[in-house]
Every structure is written in structure tokens, then in C-alpha cells.
């Protein structure tokens, strides 16, 4: 069997892959040793530019409320006495477009990827099927897989194989990408419940930083609710692992099995690791598989969903011959470097919520009350741009805005639903646009890049849009710029003024490479 792209593992990330690689016309198969979908929640929570990757495959998060539903609110962070050691404003709208905070629930969207993937006549997906062994050459890579239920075996041969298999993937030992784990290791229960229709559960999300039990509550989704709970020295985990222990834990929160059903209880080890490596020839590694994070930042899984969209805009240009196959060299130097920022950042959080002894506790709480009442500002997530790579100037690699525009006279639309997509040039005046040459225009648009004036008369192959709430006068001000060239990964490749319009979108095309061979099918 020969396809464009195999993908092995078909979580989220490589669901996410798929649709992707599928919509722009691919061949692509998935493989994946489980018979079935893992039917209970995982992650719950997620950010804007989450949403905007949702936005970008047709579920967009307003149209979806019984998966996932925003929380404009705070995390508040209390001690063992109650006191509060900081609010975290988890509230409003990122610079996505989207509520900061979302919680949701991950079969139901696991659910909704699976009908997306399965509306792609060119994807197949094979359950039950486990890669065995991976070999590659110059011009292929080839996966053998065996059925689990079978003596079957067969093998897949692909132009790129992309390993989204965990943390413990196969893909990447046989690729030999190197792993860094920190060492930081701590095994905590996760519990989901259900209340009954008589019963609320509270709202609020809290990190409870009490030394004798930490625990975290958070809402679950729509209609659930979740608690963590860290296993102590004197506990094993057989013993966390049992529904009565779960049961005995929820108890101090009004929570027992009169009034909530117990979906699930888990005990999961958080680590602290990440590949140093992400491509090895026409190997590549994406999500758990590349990188893994304790969940106190919430932000595993975004992780992995933006390598699947910085990976496929990439993979689709090198496989149309867009780009040179150097330009996937990019795909694990952006990466890695927004990745690791955030596993430090999970680990930075973890290391003060996960102290069980009761002086340092105290020490803790003391400095952490003494700053809060000073005014301090609670600390943000990071929002690291992306590693070196393919993009420019101090504003390069970092994420790109997304506000409402109107075409014409239809009504006012987010820009990527009123322009099919995020990549873009984006300028003040349309006059700067006719400086970039007839070709080179062509070119960005096989890659899925339009081009979008704020103002001006529409010449051919331009958009004019109405700016409905300034996000981009604004932008373009604080950047100082005139020009911003987004790619179709909601990242900038760079800004510049007016006049420098056509060497900054050259510069880009030049480090991309190729030539365009087959225009891209609408995402």
C-alpha cells in the first residue's frame, strides 16, 4: 500500500493531522493499535488559539456548546487555611479571537474529529492495527503493521511517515530522536463525575495548595466537573487507584454517589520531557510523542494540536513541491521551543503546588499572602513565540491576531472565516500590494496565503476588508509597521513598511523553496 503520509497513533493530534493533510488532497493513512477510540476524558481544558485551530476544521467553539463551553473567570490558588494565595485571570478573549479558557470534553470532541476524518474519501483510518517496524530510504519511509485480532500484515509505504503514538512512541525510538527527560515526576489521581440533574457542582476553578492532600478542581465540560488529587509519600498507587478511595476523597466537597456518577478515575504519572529532535529523514513526531508536561498549565494537548497545524501547512507544501523538503527542518526548531517553554512553565507551577511538607508549606503561603496583598500581578502563561525558523524581525514567529472583518456588504466575520483561512499579507493600503510581481502572488496563494488590504481599491487577486474593531490598525501600530505576512499556522513570518512589502514576501518565498506543481484543495 503506498500513500502520501502515514500517520501512526490517532489521538487528537493525529486526527487533527489528518484533516488537514486529507482537505488539501493527500493520501493518508492512519494506524492505530486500539480497536476503538479511548472513551473517557483526558484533557479538559483549552486555550484561544485552541479555538482558532478548531475554527480552522469547521468547529469552531460557539458552534459546538455541548463539547466545549468558555470560563470567564478566575483560578484561584487557596492553602489549607482557605486563604487565598492568588487569582489567575483566567477571563475575557485571547488575541485568537476566542475566550482565554475554555473546558471541554474530550471524547465528544474526539467524536466530532472522527466524522470530519471519515468525510475524507482519500484518508483511511485502520484500527487494531499496530506498526511493527519502520524502515526508510532517500525517496520513502515504510511501516510494517500487524493486526492485533489477526494473523494479517501488511505494509504501508509513504513519501513521510509522522509518529503521534504518546510518550511512549515507537516512532520515535526507531527514528533515534533523542529524548530529555527533567526528572520531575509526580503521580496524581484524576477523577471525573457527573452530578445528577438535581445537583449543581460550584463553578470556580481552584488549586487547593493544601500540604496534606493538593488537589485541583476545574470544571470538566459541559455538564462535569473534575478533581486531581496527588498521591502522598505513604500512599501506593493501587491504593489511589480504587473507586471507594475516590469516593473518600470527594466526600469533603458534598460529592458522593447520591448525587454524581464516577466517569473515571485514573492514576496518571506527570512528567517533564521532550524530544531534541523531530525530524530524522522522512520521520517526523508530533504531540505526547514529542513532548511531555504536568497538567498544571493545561496545555498538553494545545502542544500537540499546534505541531499538527505547524507540521501540515509545511508537509502539504513540501508534497505539492511548494517547498523543499528543508523547510520541514523548521517544523522541530519552531517547536521544541514553544514546547519546552511550557513544560518548564507546567514544572514552575507543580513545583510550588506539590509540597506535602508542612514548614516549607508554611514558608510558601507566607510569601505567596505577603506578595498578594502587595498588589502583586498574578503571573500570566507564557506565550512563547516560535524557535528559529521560518520567519523574521522581532515580531516573528509570534502568534497572530484575529478580529472581525466585513467583505463588501456582508455581515462582519472573523478573518479566517471571511478569508478561508489565516495566511495572509496584510497592509494598510492596496496600493502597497501592487508591488509584489504577478508570480510571486501566485505562489503564496498555492500555499494559502491571500492578499488583504485595509484599505484602498481591489486590484486583481486582492481583498479589501473593513478593519470592524481595528484589531489589525491596532496591531499594525504597536508593531510599527505597515505590513504583516501571516502564515497559515496563525504565526507571523514578519512585519515591515510599506515600501519594504515586496522584499519581506520574497525573503519568504526564497527560504521556502519549490515551485508551485499542484494548487492546495480548500482546507
Not at 512512541?169 to 503521580?187: C, E, I, T
Not at 521532550?274 to 493545561?298: C, E, K, S, T
Amino acid at each position: 500500500m503506498t500513500v502520501d503520509v502515514a500517520i501512526i497513533g490517532f489521538g487528537p493530534v493525529g486526527k487533527v493531522l489528518a484533516i488537514q493533510l486529507g482537505r488539501r488532497g493527500h493520501t493518508v493513512i492512519v494506524a492505530d493499535r486500539n480497536e476503538a477510540g479511548y472513551p473517557l476524558p483526558r484533557a479538559v481544558t483549552h486555550c484561544s488559539d485552541f479555538a482558532r485551530i478548531l475554527q480552522s476544521i469547521g468547529l469552531s467553539p460557539d458552534t459546538i456548546p455541548h463539547i466545549t463551553e468558555p470560563y470567564d473567570d478566575m483560578y484561584r490558588w487557596r492553602n489549607s487555611d482557605d486563604d487565598t494565595l492568588l487569582d489567575v485571570d483566567w477571563s475575557g478573549r485571547g488575541e485568537s479571537g476566542w475566550y482565554n479558557t475554555y473546558f471541554f470534553h474530550q471524547p465528544a470532541l474526539e467524536d466530532a474529529l472522527d466524522a470530519l476524518v471519515e468525510s475524507l474519501d482519500n484518508v483511511r483510518v485502520m484500527r487494531g492495527w499496530e506498526a511493527t517496524a519502520l524502515r526508510q530510504r532517500e525517496d520513502c519511509a515504510t511501516v510494517d503493521l500487524q493486526s492485533n485480532s489477526t494473523d494479517a500484515s501488511l505494509a504501508i509505504e509513504a513519501g513521510w511517515v509522522i509518529g503521534a503514538d504518546g510518550a511512549n512512541s515507537k516512532v520515535r525510538q526507531w527514528a533515534a530522536l533523542d529524548w530529555h527527560n527533567d526528572g520531575y515526576y509526580f503521580d496524581w489521581l484524576v477523577v471525573d463525575v457527573k452530578p445528577s440533574r438535581a445537583s449543581e457542582f460550584p463553578h470556580i476553578a481552584v488549586q487547593n495548595c493544601d500540604h496534606r492532600r493538593p488537589a485541583t478542581m476545574v470544571p470538566g465540560g459541559p455538564g462535569r466537573r473534575r478533581w486531581e488529587f496527588m498521591r502522598l509519600p505513604h500512599e501506593s498507587r493501587e491504593e489511589l487507584s480504587k473507586a471507594a478511595k475516590a469516593w473518600e476523597l470527594l466526600a469533603p466537597y458534598g460529592i458522593d454517589p447520591g448525587n454524581a456518577h464516577l466517569e473515571r478515575h485514573a492514576v496518571y504519572t506527570f512528567g517533564a520531557c521532550w524530544a531534541n529532535q523531530w525530524r530524522n529523514g522522512r520521520v517526523m513526531i508530533a504531540g505526547d510523542a514529542a513532548h511531555l508536561m504536568p497538567p498544571f498549565a493545561g496545555q498538553g494537548l494545545g502542544a500537540g494540536m499546534r505541531d499538527a497545524m505547524n507540521l501540515s501547512w509545511k508537509l502539504d507544501a513540501v508534497l505539492r513541491g511548494c517547498a523543499d523538503a528543508t523547510l520541514l527542518d523548521t517544523y522541530g526548531s519552531e517547536r521544541l521551543h514553544h514546547a519546552m517553554a511550557f513544560v518548564k512553565f507546567s514544572t514552575s507551577l507543580g513545583q510550588v503546588i506539590c509540597i506535602t511538607d508542612e514548614h516549607e508549606a508554611a514558608a510558601r503561603d507566607e510569601r505567596m499572602i505577603a506578595d498578594w496583598r502587595a498588589g502583586m500581578t498574578p503571573p500570566a502563561p507564557p506565550r512563547p513565540g516560535l524557535g528559529a525558523g521560518l520567519h523574521v524581525g522581532d515580531a516573528g514567529g509570534m502568534l497572530a491576531r484575529q478580529g472581525r472583518v466585513r467583505i463588501g456588504s456582508a455581515a462582519p466575520a472573523l478573518f479566517d472565516d471571511a478569508l478561508d483561512g489565516p495566511g495572509a499579507v496584510i497592509t494598510r493600503s492596496a496600493a502597497t500590494l501592487a508591488q509584489i510581481p504577478s508570480e510571486a502572488c501566485a505562489h503564496l496563494a498555492n500555499l494559502g496565503i491571500a492578499m488583504v488590504a485595509l484599505a484602498g481599491r481591489p486590484c486583481a487577486g486582492t481583498v479589501v476588508v473593513d478593519d470592524v474593531d481595528r484589531t489589525y490598525h491596532t496591531w499594525l501600530d504597536e508593531l510599527r509597521a505597515d505590513t504583516i505576512v501571516i502564515r497559515p499556522d496563525f504565526h507571523l513570518y514578519g512585519a515591515g513598511p510599506a515600501d519594504q512589502t515586496g522584499d519581506l514576501v520574497a525573503g519568504m518565498l526564497t527560504r521556502i523553496g519549490g515551485q508551485s506543481v499542484r494548487s492546495a484543495r480548500p482546507v
